[in-house]
């Protein structure tokens, strides 16, 4: 895989789609879906009991973030289950929560070794 470190051209449309995707983000569900959603797929139902929601909200922000391509769905029956669209997404999601950790520990858990003391 490449990856280019060349920032893209930030032109209008660019930048508008950037935010609605920030935005879409930025919901305190939608970013525990997609947390949750990181390395397994799950149905509604998971995902509901999971954060502790109910299931018809649960799919209100699924299909928000999903509008938002930032998640994707596979049929496995009567089941519908939820993933993080891609590699980016994954990352985008592990960077954010990623840089929180930093503003709120001195020695966030990332940095930690196995014995929680700082690596």
């Given at each position: 895989m490449h990856a280019n470190t060349q920032p893209p051209d930030l032109d209008e449309d660019f930048v508008t789609v950037a935010v609605e995707v920030l935005r879409v983000?930025?919901?305190?569900?939608?970013l525990r879906l997609a947390g949750?959603?990181?390395?397994?797929?799950?149905?509604?139902?998971?995902?509901?009991?999971?954060?502790?929601?109910p299931v018809p909200g649960i799919s209100q922000h699924l299909a928000k973030l999903r509008m938002a391509r930032l998640v994707t769905t596979r049929r496995q029956g009567t089941s519908v289950?939820?993933?993080?669209?891609?590699?980016?997404?994954?990352?985008?999601?592990?960077?954010?929560?990623?840089?929180?950790?930093h503003l709120l520990d001195a020695v966030p858990a990332h940095h930690r070794g196995t014995d929680g003391t700082a690596s």
């Open positions: 983000l930025a919901d305190p569900t939608r949750a959603l990181l390395d397994e797929e799950k149905s509604v139902t998971q995902l509901a009991s999971e954060l502790e929601r289950l939820y993933r993080v669209e891609n590699g980016h997404v994954r990352q985008l999601v592990l960077d954010t929560l990623g840089h929180v950790e």
